[in-house]
C-alpha cells in the first residue's frame, strides 16, 4: 500500500477509510505514516471545546410551549430576508423600469411643460429623504453581498490539495453572486462612487472566470487563483470595502455624515 | 428512517398539530448542540431551536422521507445557524476571555479542575485556540467539521445535510482539519 496522505490519516481517524484494514497493516509497518496519524490523531483528540451547555430533559417541552402558540401564526421573515426579497430580479427590473419612466418624465415635463407660477417655499420635511433611504438600503445589500463574495474567494484560495479538487459548490455560489454584483457595480457607477464600483469591477472579473470554469480545480488552478487575488490585493481591498461600507451603514439617517467611499 | 418520526410526520400532515410536540420533544437537545457548536452562544441556539421547529413545521409537506427526519432538521439548523451569522458576520463564534458566558465556562473548570492547575491552564489555551480557529473557517467547513467531529454524523450523511456532493463534503472537513492544526501548532504538546 501507497503512504498515508494527511487527508487519508483524517479518514481513518474517524472511521470513514475505504478500506481500514490496509491503512491499519500499513501504519503498523510504515514508521513515518504511523507518525504524522498520531500527531493528527493527537491534534484532533485536543479540539474538544467547552462542552455543550446541558438542557434538561424538559428541555423539549419548554421548547414546545414557546412555539406552539406560533404554528399556525402567518411565517414572518426576518427584516434582511426581507430586504433581500427587495432585490429579485424582476423586482429591480420593475424598478430600474420605473426610474427611467420617472426621470423621462421629468426630462420632458422640463422641456415641455408650460412655464410654473413661482414656486411656495415648503419646509424641509423632518423624515429622512427618500434618496437617503435608498442609499442606505443599497449599501446595507452591498455590504451582504461582499461578505459572501468574501467567503467564495476565502475557500477557494484556502483549498490545499495535492490533485484536482470539486470545486462546482464554489462555482454555483459564484454563479449566485455574478449577477447581483454587476446590478450593484452599474448602481454605484451610476452614482458616481467610482471607489466602489472598481472594486466591484474587478471582483465581477474574478467571479465570472469562476462560474465560467470548470467543476473541478487542480493545485496550479487554485495557485493561479491565489496569485492572482493577491497581486490585485482584491480579497484585502473586497473586505476593507465591506467594513466601511457597514460603517457607513451603521450610521443615523438623521444626521448624515458624508460617505468616505 | 426512524419509523416512529415518520408516523408522527404522518399524523401533523393529517391535520393533528399538536402530534408535532412529540418531534420537538425528541429532537430539541440535538438541535440545540448543533446549533451551540455552529454559533457558540447559548441564547443564539436557544432562538435557532425555536425558529428550525417552526420552519419545520410550516415546511413539513415539502419533507421527502428519503432522507431521515433527523438529517433535515440538521438542515434547517445549519440553514438557521447561517441566516444568523451572515447577520453577525465574525462575531459569531468568536469569544474572549471577557466574555461573560466563557468566564462561567472556566468557572466550572476550575472547580473540578482540583489539584492540576497548570493542565488546566494549558487547556483553556488550547480551547481559545480552538474556539479563535472555528471562528475563522466558512461556515460550510464549519458546519462539515462541527458534524462529523462532534456529533458523529457521517460524511455521506453530512453531505445530504449541507447539499453537497459527498467528496465536496469530505474535502469542507479536510479544510477544517488543516487549518485547526495549523492554529494548534504554537500549543501543540502543552497537554501532552
Avoid at chain 1, 412655464?115 to 455590504?143: F, N
Avoid at chain 2, 441564547?43 to 431521515?68: G, M, N, Y
Wanted: hydrophobic share 40%.
Amino acid at each position: 500500500m501507497t503512504h498515508l496522505t494527511e487527508d487519508d490519516c483524517v479518514l481513518h481517524y474517524y472511521g470513514e477509510a475505504g478500506d481500514m484494514k490496509s491503512a491499519d497493516a500499513h501504519l503498523a509497518e510504515c514508521e513515518s505514516c504511523r507518525r504524522t496519524f498520531e500527531e493528527l490523531s493527537k491534534a484532533l483528540r485536543a479540539v474538544t471545546g467547552a462542552d455543550a451547555p446541558e438542557r434538561s430533559e424538559s428541555y423539549g417541552a419548554e421548547v414546545w410551549a414557546r412555539i406552539q402558540p406560533r404554528l399556525d401564526a402567518p411565517e414572518t421573515q426576518p427584516w434582511p430576508r426581507r430586504l433581500a426579497g427587495l432585490f429579485t430580479w424582476p423586482r429591480l427590473a420593475t424598478a430600474g423600469a420605473l426610474a427611467t419612466l420617472l426621470m423621462a418624465a421629468f426630462v420632458a415635463g422640463r422641456h415641455w411643460a408650460p412655464p410654473a407660477a413661482p414656486p411656495v417655499p415648503v419646509r424641509a420635511a423632518a423624515t429622512p429623504a427618500p434618496t437617503a433611504v435608498r442609499e442606505r438600503i443599497l449599501l446595507i445589500a452591498v455590504g451582504e453581498h461582499l461578505d459572501r463574495s468574501q467567503m467564495v474567494l476565502a475557500e477557494l484560495s484556502n483549498l490545499d490539495t495535492a490533485g484536482p479538487v470539486d470545486i462546482s459548490a464554489e462555482r454555483d455560489w459564484a454563479r449566485d453572486l455574478v449577477a447581483s454584483n454587476r446590478l450593484y457595480r452599474q448602481t454605484a457607477a451610476r452614482d458616481g462612487k467610482t471607489a466602489v464600483a472598481g472594486v466591484l469591477d474587478e471582483l465581477e472579473r474574478v467571479l465570472v472566470d469562476i462560474a465560467n470554469g470548470p467543476a473541478t480545480a487542480s493545485p496550479a488552478d487554485l495557485e493561479r487563483l491565489r496569485d492572482r487575488l493577491e497581486t490585485q490585493g482584491l480579497a484585502f481591498r473586497v473586505k476593507v470595502l465591506g467594513s466601511q461600507i457597514k460603517n457607513d451603514a451603521s450610521r443615523p439617517l438623521a444626521a448624515p455624515a458624508p460617505s468616505t467611499l | 428512517m426512524d419509523a416512529s418520526d415518520l408516523a408522527v410526520v404522518a399524523r401533523v400532515r393529517a391535520g393533528d398539530h399538536d402530534a408535532f410536540r412529540h418531534l420537538v420533544e425528541r429532537h430539541s437537545r440535538s438541535v440545540f448542540r448543533l446549533a451551540y457548536r455552529l454559533t457558540g452562544r447559548e441564547e443564539d441556539a436557544d432562538d435557532i431551536v425555536q425558529e428550525t421547529f417552526l420552519k419545520a413545521f410550516r415546511q413539513l409537506a415539502r419533507f421527502e422521507s428519503r432522507s431521515s427526519f433527523a438529517t433535515w432538521l440538521y438542515r434547517i439548523t445549519v440553514n438557521c445557524s447561517h441566516d444568523l451569522m451572515r447577520q453577525r458576520p465574525r462575531a459569531g463564534t468568536r469569544t474572549s476571555l471577557d466574555d461573560p458566558e466563557h468566564g462561567a465556562s472556566i468557572q466550572i473548570a476550575d472547580e473540578s479542575a482540583g489539584a492540576d492547575p497548570m493542565r488546566e491552564l494549558a487547556r483553556r489555551q488550547i480551547d481559545e485556540r480552538v474556539r479563535a480557529a472555528m471562528s475563522e473557517l466558512s461556515a460550510q467547513e464549519r458546519s462539515a467539521f462541527v458534524m462529523r467531529h462532534y456529533e458523529g454524523l457521517s460524511i455521506e450523511e453530512i453531505g445530504r445535510v449541507l447539499d453537497l456532493r459527498t467528496s465536496a463534503a469530505k474535502h469542507s472537513i479536510f479544510r477544517a482539519v488543516k487549518k485547526l492544526r495549523r492554529s494548534l501548532e504554537p500549543v501543540a504538546g502543552l497537554e501532552s
